[in-house]
T-cell receptor
Framework: GDSVTQMEGPVTLSEEAFLTINCTYTATGYPSLFWYVQYPGEGLQLLLKATKADDKGSNKGFEATYRKETTSFHLEKGSVQVSDSAVYFC??????????FGKGTTLSVSS | GAVVSQHPSWVICKSGTSVKIECRSL??????MFWYRQFPKQSLMLMAT?????????EQGVEKDKFLINHASLTLSTLTVTSAHPEDSSFYIC?????????????FGPGTRLTVL
């Protein structure tokens, strides 16, 4: 089945620093790729997605590009804010089957 | 956008009692919903797939008699934790799958925090 590997956290940054959270996946076929964010005490929110190779998903200053050749979907943001502190989950998904999540990466941004 | 609600948002119960959690898709129909649980500082683990009008499909290691799932309508799935014990304390999250013009997407509820005393 599909699986995902995310960089180990926690990631601790100062405000306005550059963020990269690595994500690589294994999947049969041609999955869509998602990043979800979970703020403390809350459920999951879709952050961004990409459905085909070389697509770039973007939202709230975050970006990720679907790299089929390296099976990666790394999340980046040029300047993080304290309000970005959360847990980030990368997930491949095939045609609406249940999303399977990796361990998540905790981001902590200090002012 | 598509909205999924869960009720209650949190519940505290005594050991041995049963607790029902509702998951509703508010502005779309969902023949398929998914139930996850999340322990503190851990990832979401898929428990089961809930299919409207048929039996749920449980993941390996999830007790179907312990976690009863009923998907009675196209907008409602319920998860009942029967004879709850402290080790069932967790954050339960549902998602509903919307299919529109051949595109399938999942939308997550806000979660229900269950504490069993």
């Amino acid at each position: 089945g599909d699986s995902v590997t995310q960089m180990e956290g926690p990631v601790t940054l100062s405000e306005e620093a550059f963020l990269t959270i690595n994500c690589t996946y294994t999947a049969t076929g041609y999955p869509s790729l998602f990043w979800y964010v979970q703020y403390p005490g809350e459920g999951l929110q879709l952050l961004l997605k990409a459905t085909k190779a070389d697509d770039k998903g973007s939202n709230k200053g975050f970006e990720a590009t679907y790299r089929k050749e390296t099976t990666s979907f790394h999340l980046e943001k040029g300047s993080v804010q304290v309000s970005d502190s959360a847990v980030y989950f990368c997930a491949p998904n095939q045609a609406g089957t249940a999303l399977i999540f990796g361990k998540g990466t905790t981001l902590s941004v200090s002012s | 956008g598509a909205v999924v609600s869960q009720h209650p948002s949190w519940v505290i119960c005594k050991s041995g009692t049963s607790v029902k959690i509702e998951c509703r898709s508010l502005d779309f129909q969902a023949t398929t919903m998914f139930w996850y649980r999340q322990f503190p500082k851990q990832s979401l683990m898929l428990m089961a797939t809930s299919n409207e009008g048929s039996k749920a499909t449980y993941e390996q290691g999830v007790e179907k008699d312990k976690f009863l799932i009923n998907h009675a309508s196209l907008t409602l799935s319920t998860l009942t934790v029967t004879s709850a014990h402290p080790e069932d304390s967790s954050f339960y999250i549902c998602s509903a799958r919307r299919e529109e013009r051949g595109v399938r997407e999942q939308f997550f509820g806000p979660g229900t925090r269950l504490t069993v005393l």
